[in-house]
């Protein structure tokens, strides 16, 4: 159809409307672009189709291969306890079928050591007068196990919140595997140390609980009488300060001059300040007489003294305990329990090797409640997983059959139903989910011997109970007929083939998705290309009617010139006219 100006609009100085002249021109034209348009939104609607049906496709994939799975689902084994409030237990797929009886005598414990309530609370130190410092050693493992030793220094690390905190950090750093914390109850505030282990792994003991940066000797009857044996007239002691590696000192006795408490405290003190030993020392009287007491004026592992040599007749005493009074240790003993009469231990409540295949999870000890133990094929496994395969196969066939359902209202098929790749896969899967099986001992050879049947529309309907009774009267027959060792059964036949159908290169829907993308992407690169050629165009035919309508605006300005012009010559004529008439008439 052409384009109709109206001269009189053209001639009256409105001039064109340049856009809706220039739209009309194109509207022509864009028929093509209107129709790879349309193309393009039905490759869309095939693509998301198609897309659904690959989904489908991966699940069908998926649950068939669950079946074709040696240790699946159709292998799987559970265990059943009559009692599950003391035993629960769960199966792999080697476990033997069988039934038994066990006793749980005892839980595997961890093992846990804790002080009575210390004075002050739990930021008082802990060390007793005089000392500064101190040392644990906490053994984790029972009586052969790791010793770990807990150096404490005044200041530091000497209160319950200052140790638990130093342990935990240790323990963190270095492995102890045991976690401390701070008890608070109304006797007060008191050390719980825990083992991160059950069993004899966890046995906690503590097997040294002494203060350091102090010595002590044995009482003698007087401050004054002499410490050389009888008949020696000099000695040596030996000090050590700072432990196995710190500065040894030597303090000869000699007789008359240091050979007694009062006088060889002096001494001690003397030698001390003039060679910074780092000691005080004293004569201390109590109940029991007199005896030398050595302090040291470091903290912590740098105070520990010792003599390493002694030929006098003082002997030492052992250092007093730290404040801290450790109660007998509890737990950290193994799990007991008989299977079928025969007991045994673990270090731990989830017991595995005890019955092959089987992890038992003792729960609580009844040491003279029997239970019952039933170990046996997983039949609600294995039906689930049978179901899962009809409900896979079944969302796809009837996805397939939507796209040959026929729309009352346009009296067409689905965007796919023209596609020759949907009614291949559609006649693969049909032919897949009807094969045989030959050699099944129990006579199954098809999924109707299994209780499933097939529906008018190809869709699949499972007979649970018959299919629950064939997995409880012979689940090895119906194992047999999905898979065996030679992958001819059903679910190895089905799996090939969609190994092959579900290619992520050469699969049925997967060629078909390449070549919609192809043909979307050439699609609209024409699209695109054709828009582009519009645009030139429009500015093209824009800048034409512009040139044209600027002349045409100019139209009525010209007219009245033109006219103007026409008026003054026609009135100068008459003019003359008139004249000449006159002159005529008065000659005569």
Do not use: C
Request: hydrophobic share 35%; proline share 4%; aromatic share 4%.
């Amino acid at each position: 159809m052409g384009i109709s100006l109206n001269p009189a609009t053209l001639l009256n100085g409105n001039g064109l409307d340049i856009s809706t002249l220039v739209s009309e021109i194109q509207a022509q034209e864009s028929g093509q672009l209107t129709n790879w348009q349309q193309e393009q939104s039905t490759l869309q609607t095939q693509a998301t189709d198609l897309n659904t049906l690959s989904t489908d496709l991966g699940n069908l994939a998926t649950a068939v291969n669950a079946l074709t799975d040696p240790t699946g689902a159709l292998t799987a084994m559970t265990a059943t306890s009559s009692m599950p409030a003391i035993l629960t237990a769960t199966a792999q797929s080697s476990a033997t079928p069988g039934n038994h009886t066990i006793v749980v005598n005892s839980l595997a414990s961890a093992g846990t050591v804790y002080t009575a309530a210390v004075a002050g609370g739990a930021n008082a130190s802990f060390l007793p007068s005089g000392a500064t410092g101190g040392d644990i050693k906490l053994q984790v493992g029972g009586s052969g196990g790791t010793v770990y030793d807990i150096p404490i220094t005044q200041g530091s690390n000497d209160t319950l919140n200052t140790l638990v905190s130093y342990i935990n950090q240790q323990s963190s750093q270095n492995k102890w595997g045991v976690t401390a914390t701070v008890l608070n109850d109304a006797s007060g505030a008191r050390l719980a140390i825990y083992s991160q282990a059950t069993g004899s792994p966890g046995a906690l003991a503590i097997t040294t609980n002494t203060t350091t940066g102090t010595l002590y000797t044995a009482d003698l009857s007087s401050a004054d009488t002499s410490i050389l044996p009888s008949g020696q007239n000099s000695g040596d002691i030996q000090l050590q300060v700072g432990g196995s590696s710190g500065s040894v000192y030597d303090i000869p006795i000699t007789q008359s001059s240091n050979d007694t408490l009062n006088t060889l405290a002096s001494y001690i003190n003397q030698q001390s300040t003039q060679n910074n030993w780092g000691v005080t020392a004293n004569v201390v009287q109590d109940s029991n007489g007199y005896h030398l007491a050595i302090y040291s004026q470091a903290k912590g592992p740098a105070g520990a003294l010792a003599f390493t040599n002694n030929t006098t007749t003082l002997t030492t005493v052992a250092n007093p305990a730290t404040n801290l009074t450790f109660e007998t240790p509890i737990g950290g003993s193994d799990a007991s329990l008989t299977i079928d009469g025969i007991p045994f231990s673990s270090t731990s409540n989830t017991v595995t090797g005890a019955l092959p295949g089987v992890t038992l999870n003792l729960v609580s000890a009844e040491p003279n409640v029997p239970l019952q133990l039933a170990v046996g094929p997983d039949t609600t496994q294995a039906s689930d997983a049978i179901n899962t395969f009809v409900t896979a196969y079944n969302a796809l066939i009837s996805a397939i059959n939507q796209q040959y359902t026929i729309d009352p209202s346009t009296n067409t098929e689905g965007p796919l139903g023209s596609d020759g790749s949907v009614r291949s896969l559609q006649s693969s899967l049909l032919a897949d989910v009807t094969h045989s099986v030959a050699g099944n001992s129990a006579g199954l050879v098809n999924l109707a011997s299994l209780g499933i049947s097939m529906n008018d529309d190809g869709t699949l309907s499972v007979d649970n109970t018959a299919l629950g009774n064939l997995l409880n009267a012979n689940p090895s027959a119906v194992q047999s007929f999905f898979q065996n060792s030679s992958q001819t059964g059903f679910a190895n036949n089905f799996g090939a083939d969609l190994t092959n159908l579900t290619d992520p290169v050469n699969g049925v829907l997967n060629l078909d998705l390449a070549q919609n993308s192809t043909e979307q992407t050439n699609l609209s690169t024409d699209i695109s290309n054709f828009q582009d050629q519009l645009a030139t165009q429009k500015q093209e035919l824009t800048n034409q009617f512009s040139q044209v309508n600027a002349t045409l605006q100019e139209y009525p300005a010209l007219l009245e010139t033109v006219t103007s012009l026409l008026g003054g010559l026609l009135s100068s004529s008459s003019n003359s006219s008139s004249s000449s008439n006159t002159s005529n008439t008065s000659n005569g």
